[in-house]
């Protein structure tokens, strides 16, 4: 997952305002500490905190993402306080040195990552993975969209995105009651001057919640929900829990 789309991710996350949304984490984080950043991607918020003197752990399954992540935090020469591991976030052993898990003060997965889970069990395990990483009065934030997301990006199970650097044909099929795929044709322009493109094919599946389920289940294992929000600005199908270990 996220191999070649990791090339033009930045790109096509431009209209979102990752400014806004670390301000928002913030509200939450505020005393210095270590964030384990679950599901990273190419950064952005690894690099907001590690200027702000947080120790960061960012993990990932794509290798592709933690690359241009690493290459991002050189090029603002933030060198220091940072570790990136290509792992599973239901099941991430080797998070510390040693392959000892220290427990870290926050955890945030962030843009629907635990949507990306197969289904009910993994979020389970997500969740216990989570408890037992984190320290106590440790916050956990995540946020999760709903089926409405589907209406809201896809015109007739189709989505177009069309940039100067490559061309996204998005289909969307429901191929069960909570489980949706999304298969993308991406184009990449090979180079500026001419109209060669690299065409690759991946394919993604989402998993939607209840959101009440996920209240629940928080709650019999070892969370507080502290609050749970909704931004429009960061669309409207999606809802943020900022959960608190007991
Ligand atoms: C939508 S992106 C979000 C990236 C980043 N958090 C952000 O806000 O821009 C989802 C990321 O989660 C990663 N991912 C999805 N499932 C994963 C899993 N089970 N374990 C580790 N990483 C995963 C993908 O590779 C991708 O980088």
Known sequence: MHKEFAEIYDIFMKYVNYDEWYKFLRMFIKNKGTVLDLGCGTGE???????????????????????????????????????????????????????????????????????????????????????????????LIFDAVTEDIFEEIFENDVFLDEEPEYTSIWRHEQLSERKHLVEIDLFIRENESDNLFRKYNEVQYKFIYEPEWIVETVQNNGFEVFDTASNPEFGESRIFFVLKKL
Not at 98 to 119: A, M, P, S
């Open 45 to 139: 918020f690894i690099w907001r905190f590690l200027r702000d003197e947080f120790s960061v752990v960012g993990v990932d399954l794509s290798e592709k993402m933690l690359e241009i992540s690493e290459k991002k935090l050189l090029k603002r020469n933030l060198v220091h306080n940072y570790k990136l591991v290509k792992e599973n976030i239901v099941h991430y052993d080797n998070v510390s040195k040693n392959n000892e898990i220290q427990q870290v003060d926050y955890i945030i997965c962030n843009f629907d990552t635990v949507n990306y889970l197969k289904n009910e069990k993994e979020f389970l395990k997500f969740i216990e993975k989570c408890n037992q990483n984190l320290k106590k009065d440790g916050y």
